[in-house]
Protein backbone atom coordinates (compact mmCIF):
# COMPACT_ATOMS: atom_id res chain seq x y z
CA UNK A 1 0.00 0.00 0.00
CA UNK A 2 0.99 3.39 -0.73
CA UNK A 3 1.45 6.11 1.94
CA UNK A 4 -0.48 8.65 1.22
CA UNK A 5 1.28 11.95 2.25
CA UNK A 6 1.24 13.56 5.59
CA UNK A 7 0.16 17.69 5.94
CA UNK A 8 -0.24 19.26 9.07
CA UNK A 9 -3.28 21.39 8.85
CA UNK A 10 -4.72 24.31 10.91
CA UNK A 11 -7.68 22.69 13.08
CA UNK A 12 -10.14 25.51 12.37
CA UNK A 13 -10.08 24.50 8.94
CA UNK A 14 -13.12 22.61 9.18
CA UNK A 15 -12.22 20.08 12.29
CA UNK A 16 -13.46 22.05 15.01
CA UNK A 17 -14.83 25.33 16.00
CA UNK A 18 -11.48 27.08 17.69
CA UNK A 19 -11.41 30.15 15.89
CA UNK A 20 -11.25 33.14 18.88
CA UNK A 21 -15.08 33.58 18.03
CA UNK A 22 -16.07 29.91 18.05
CA UNK A 23 -17.13 30.45 14.47
CA UNK A 24 -17.13 28.05 11.31
CA UNK A 25 -13.85 28.66 8.63
CA UNK A 26 -14.92 26.83 5.67
CA UNK A 27 -11.83 26.40 2.53
CA UNK A 28 -12.46 24.41 -0.22
CA UNK A 29 -9.13 23.80 -0.85
CA UNK A 30 -8.73 22.29 2.53
CA UNK A 31 -11.71 19.94 2.04
CA UNK A 32 -10.16 18.44 -1.06
CA UNK A 33 -7.24 18.39 0.53
CA UNK A 34 -8.59 16.07 3.72
CA UNK A 35 -9.79 13.73 0.69
CA UNK A 36 -5.65 12.87 -0.32
CA UNK A 37 -3.57 13.35 2.34
CA UNK A 38 -3.34 11.64 5.91
CA UNK A 39 -3.97 15.01 8.47
CA UNK A 40 -2.86 15.67 11.31
CA UNK A 41 -4.19 19.03 13.09
CA UNK A 42 -4.19 20.71 16.34
CA UNK A 43 -5.06 24.43 17.16
CA UNK A 44 -2.21 26.04 19.22
CA UNK A 45 -4.23 28.81 20.87
CA UNK A 46 -6.28 25.71 22.22
CA UNK A 47 -3.37 23.76 23.24
CA UNK A 48 -1.60 26.66 25.32
CA UNK A 49 -5.26 26.87 27.48
CA UNK A 50 -6.63 29.67 25.79
CA UNK A 51 -10.56 29.22 25.50
CA UNK A 52 -13.37 28.86 22.97
CA UNK A 53 -14.69 31.55 22.47
CA UNK A 54 -11.36 33.88 23.74
CA UNK A 55 -10.75 37.42 23.74
CA UNK A 56 -8.40 38.43 20.71
CA UNK A 57 -4.11 37.77 21.25
CA UNK A 58 -2.06 39.75 18.69
CA UNK A 59 1.56 39.96 18.31
CA UNK A 60 3.76 43.40 19.75
CA UNK A 61 6.87 44.39 19.53
CA UNK A 62 8.48 45.56 22.76
CA UNK A 63 11.89 46.64 23.11
CA UNK A 64 12.88 45.12 19.32
CA UNK A 65 11.33 41.21 19.99
CA UNK A 66 7.96 40.13 18.92
CA UNK A 67 5.42 38.89 21.76
CA UNK A 68 1.59 37.23 22.18
CA UNK A 69 -0.08 39.85 24.16
CA UNK A 70 -3.92 39.45 24.92
CA UNK A 71 -5.18 43.75 25.33
CA UNK A 72 -8.31 43.00 26.95
CA UNK A 73 -6.81 40.75 29.85
CA UNK A 74 -3.27 41.98 29.84
CA UNK A 75 -1.85 38.93 29.93
CA UNK A 76 1.52 37.38 27.57
CA UNK A 77 1.51 34.04 25.95
CA UNK A 78 4.68 33.85 24.25
CA UNK A 79 6.51 31.88 26.72
CA UNK A 80 3.56 29.19 26.52
CA UNK A 81 2.99 29.67 22.72
CA UNK A 82 6.87 29.19 22.34
CA UNK A 83 7.28 26.16 24.42
CA UNK A 84 4.64 24.13 22.81
CA UNK A 85 5.33 24.86 19.54
CA UNK A 86 8.94 23.63 20.35
CA UNK A 87 7.94 20.66 22.11
CA UNK A 88 4.97 19.89 19.43
CA UNK A 89 6.82 20.40 16.72
CA UNK A 90 9.95 18.57 17.26
CA UNK A 91 7.74 15.29 17.71
CA UNK A 92 5.56 15.39 14.21
CA UNK A 93 7.63 12.68 11.80
CA UNK A 94 6.97 12.56 8.29
CA UNK A 95 5.06 15.70 7.39
CA UNK A 96 5.07 16.55 3.80
CA UNK A 97 3.21 19.94 4.05
CA UNK A 98 1.88 22.80 6.38
CA UNK A 99 -1.35 24.56 5.37
CA UNK A 100 -1.56 27.25 7.98
CA UNK A 101 -4.28 29.88 8.94
CA UNK A 102 -3.60 33.28 7.41
CA UNK A 103 -3.72 36.38 9.70
CA UNK A 104 -3.59 34.37 12.55
CA UNK A 105 -1.26 35.36 15.62
CA UNK A 106 -0.33 31.88 15.99
CA UNK A 107 -0.27 30.35 12.63
CA UNK A 108 -0.22 33.16 10.15
CA UNK A 109 2.49 32.91 7.15
CA UNK A 110 4.00 36.30 6.37
CA UNK A 111 0.55 37.66 6.84
CA UNK A 112 0.17 38.52 10.14
CA UNK A 113 -0.68 41.61 12.04
CA UNK A 114 2.29 43.72 14.19
CA UNK A 115 1.44 46.10 17.05
CA UNK A 116 3.93 48.21 18.27
CA UNK A 117 3.81 47.45 21.94
CA UNK A 118 0.80 47.47 24.04
CA UNK A 119 -0.62 50.03 21.13
CA UNK A 120 -3.39 49.95 19.06
CA UNK A 121 -0.05 51.11 16.30
CA UNK A 122 -0.27 49.23 13.09
CA UNK A 123 3.62 48.14 12.12
CA UNK A 124 3.42 45.50 9.94
CA UNK A 125 0.42 43.39 8.35
CA UNK A 126 3.71 40.77 7.08
CA UNK A 127 4.71 38.80 10.61
CA UNK A 128 4.57 35.77 11.13
CA UNK A 129 2.67 34.00 14.11
CA UNK A 130 4.40 32.43 16.96
CA UNK A 131 3.78 28.62 16.04
CA UNK A 132 4.19 28.96 12.13
CA UNK A 133 7.70 31.09 13.06
CA UNK A 134 8.67 27.58 14.94
CA UNK A 135 7.18 25.89 11.69
CA UNK A 136 9.24 27.61 8.93
CA UNK A 137 12.65 27.41 11.59
CA UNK A 138 12.41 23.77 12.25
CA UNK A 139 10.88 22.54 8.79
CA UNK A 140 12.64 24.88 6.59
CA UNK A 141 12.38 22.44 3.84
CA UNK A 142 8.88 21.87 3.79
CA UNK A 143 6.21 23.87 1.73
CA UNK A 144 3.99 25.73 3.36
CA UNK A 145 0.65 27.21 2.26
CA UNK A 146 -2.19 29.36 4.00
CA UNK A 147 -5.25 30.24 2.24
CA UNK A 148 -4.42 33.64 1.19
CA UNK A 149 -1.23 32.06 -0.65
CA UNK A 150 -4.24 30.09 -2.70
CA UNK A 151 -4.74 33.41 -4.66
CA UNK A 152 -0.69 33.08 -6.49
CA UNK A 153 -1.30 29.73 -8.35
CA UNK A 154 2.46 29.34 -8.85
CA UNK A 155 2.03 29.30 -5.31
CA UNK A 156 -0.42 26.71 -4.79
CA UNK A 157 0.89 24.56 -7.39
CA UNK A 158 4.31 24.33 -5.83
CA UNK A 159 2.50 23.14 -2.54
CA UNK A 160 0.84 20.94 -4.39
CA UNK A 161 4.17 19.14 -6.10
CA UNK A 162 6.17 19.53 -3.26
CA UNK A 163 3.65 17.50 -1.70
CA UNK A 164 1.96 14.57 -3.86
CA UNK A 165 4.86 14.32 -6.43
CA UNK A 166 7.07 11.85 -4.34
CA UNK A 167 3.89 9.58 -3.84
CA UNK A 168 3.00 9.49 -7.35
CA UNK A 169 0.98 12.01 -9.03
CA UNK A 170 -1.17 15.45 -8.08
CA UNK A 171 -4.76 14.08 -7.88
CA UNK A 172 -7.52 15.43 -10.11
CA UNK A 173 -9.20 17.62 -7.73
CA UNK A 174 -6.64 20.17 -7.78
CA UNK A 175 -6.53 20.69 -11.79
CA UNK A 176 -7.52 23.94 -13.10
Not at 110 to 138: C, M, P
Not at 149 to 168: A, C, Q
Request: aromatic letters at 14%.
Amino acid sequence: MIRKPSVYMSRCFGFDKCRYDAKDFFCEFAEKLKKHVEIVHWCPEIAIGLGCPREKIRVVRIDGKNQLFQPETGKFFTEKMTEFSDKYLKILENIDGFFLKAKSPSCGVRNTKLYRGKSDELISTDANGFFAERVLALFPDTPVLTELDLENKEKTEDFLKRVFLKYGRIPADFAD
